[in-house]
C-alpha cells in the first residue's frame, strides 16, 4: 500500500525562524494535501500540490513527483504556527496520511 | 467559501452505546468519506462513499460502523455497541467530481466512558 513518511518527527523553533518540513510518499500516482492541525484539533487544509510549487503568504510547498517527494516551507513563524503538519498522498479512494511534524514555535 | 460542517463538535457516550456523527458536506460534492484520529497517531482512513453505496473500506470499518445519506444534504456515521477503543477524533470529508482536493470539516471528538 501507499506509504508517506514525514520528517523530522518535532521541530522547535523561536518565532521569525524559518523551517523546512519533508514529506517522502511511495506511489508515483500523486494527489498530494498538506494540512496543519491545530491546538483545537481541527485540520486546515494548506495546499493540494501534486507537482509544482505554491505558495500562500508565509507558506509555500514544492513537490517533485518524479522523485515521491514534498517540502512545505514557513518563513518567519510566528507562535500560531504551532501544532502538527500532516502530509498525504491520494490514491483511488482514500488520503493516506503520515505521522506528522510536530512543530513548536517559541515567542 | 463553503465549508463540510460536522455536528456535535465533541460527544461523550457509555460504553456499548450507539452513536450518531453528523456531516453536513459542501453541497455540490459527490464523494464522500470519514476518517479517524485516535489521540496523538496520524489521521486513518475509514470508509468512502459515493452514488449511495460504500466505494471503499478501511480494515476499522468492521460491522459495527454503517454510513448513510439520508436525504440531499446529510451524511452519517454509526457506531453501534461503543468501545473504549472508539475514543478518537472523527473527521467527515467531501470532493466534486474530480475527486481532489478532499475538503476535511472540524472533526468531532467522540469520548467513550
Known amino acids: 500500500g501507499i506509504q508517506v513518511e514525514q520528517s523530522p518527527p518535532d521541530l522547535i523553533l523561536q518565532e521569525g525562524a524559518n523551517s523546512t518540513l519533508r514529506c517522502n510518499f511511495s506511489?508515483?500516482?500523486?494527489?498530494l494535501q498538506w494540512f496543519h492541525q491545530n491546538p483545537w484539533g481541527q485540520l486546515i487544509n494548506l495546499f493540494y500540490?501534486?507537482?509544482g510549487t505554491k505558495q500562500n503568504g508565509r507558506l509555500s510547498a514544492t513537490t517533485v513527483a518524479t522523485e515521491r517527494y514534498s517540502l512545505l516551507y514557513i518563513s518567519s513563524s510566528q507562535t500560531t504556527d504551532s501544532g502538527v503538519y500532516f502530509c498525504?498522498?491520494?490514491?483511488?479512494?482514500?488520503?493516506?496520511f503520515g505521522k506528522g511534524t510536530k512543530l513548536t514555535v517559541n515567542p | 467559501e463553503p465549508e463540510v460542517t460536522q455536528t456535535p463538535s465533541h460527544q461523550v457516550t457509555q460504553m456499548g452505546q450507539e452513536v450518531i456523527l453528523r456531516c453536513v458536506p459542501i453541497?455540490?460534492?459527490?464523494?464522500f468519506y470519514w476518517y479517524r484520529q485516535i489521540l496523538g497517531q496520524k489521521v486513518e482512513f475509514l470508509v468512502s462513499?459515493?452514488?449511495?453505496?460504500?466505494?471503499?473500506k478501511s480494515e476499522i470499518f468492521d460491522d459495527q460502523f454503517s454510513v448513510e445519506r439520508p436525504d440531499g444534504s446529510n451524511f452519517t456515521l454509526k457506531i453501534r455497541s461503543t468501545k473504549l477503543e472508539d475514543s478518537a477524533m472523527y473527521f467527515c470529508?467531501?470532493?466534486?467530481?474530480?475527486?481532489?482536493?478532499?475538503?476535511f470539516g472540524d472533526g468531532t471528538r467522540l469520548s467513550i466512558l
Open positions: 470529508a467531501s470532493t466534486h467530481s474530480e475527486k481532489w482536493p478532499q475538503h
Open positions: 506511489d508515483s500516482v500523486n494527489n
Open positions: 500540490i501534486p507537482s
Open positions: 498525504a498522498q491520494g490514491g483511488s479512494e482514500k488520503l493516506v
Open positions: 453541497s455540490n460534492h459527490l464523494y
Open positions: 462513499f459515493y452514488n449511495n453505496e460504500i466505494s471503499e
